[in-house]
């Protein structure tokens, strides 16, 4: 018998989920003047934050379609799920961070730092509802290889070292890792559709 339904747990996250995404406009500042050249220093602030956003919504996505293939929720998934919400409340600081000091070295490590540490906790995540599955697990038929899964966190690192050498490098592997995830990836919706034609 599950501890808690899926349901009420996929509720929790998308409140959350969507808190973070208030807090990270909230960050941006409204400017003092009417002209378009007050806009003018908010264009990094803006940029970190449509990236952020984007991220946040590649992991409500994917977390939606993740938990549509548990059949059990476990203490062990929901801590792994609070973990998962823990590193995603950090987006709002670090966004505002790397916005405010125009994308420097330092504020742009700790926000791959974050990506990475999100990419690891979701790995977790996703562990724990296979083991909660067990044998006949949909999840684990469904991600197959994960190539991207794999890449992901590689290209995290690599961000990371970059931004203390060039951080544009950084943000180019950050945004060449939101773009790979845009691309709709359907492997859970085939493996669910196979599955129920049986």
Known sequence: M???????LEAFSDGVIAIIITIMVLELKVPHGDTIETLKPLVPAFLSYVLSFVYVGIYWNNHHHMLH???????GVLWANLNLLFWLSLFPFVTGWMGENHFGMVPSAFYGGVLLAAAVAY???????IRAQGEDSHLKAAIGSDWKGK??????????AASF????IAQALYVAVALMWLVPDRRIERSLDRTEDR
């Open 69 to 75: 293939t548990a059949t059990r929720v476990t203490g």
């Open 2 to 8: 599950p501890l808690i339904g899926k349901n009420r």
């Open 165 to 168: 050498i060039m951080p544009w």
């Open 123 to 129: 790995w977790i995540l996703q562990q724990a509802i």
């Open 151 to 160: 890449l992901s966190p590689v290209l995290y690192a690599g961000g990371i």
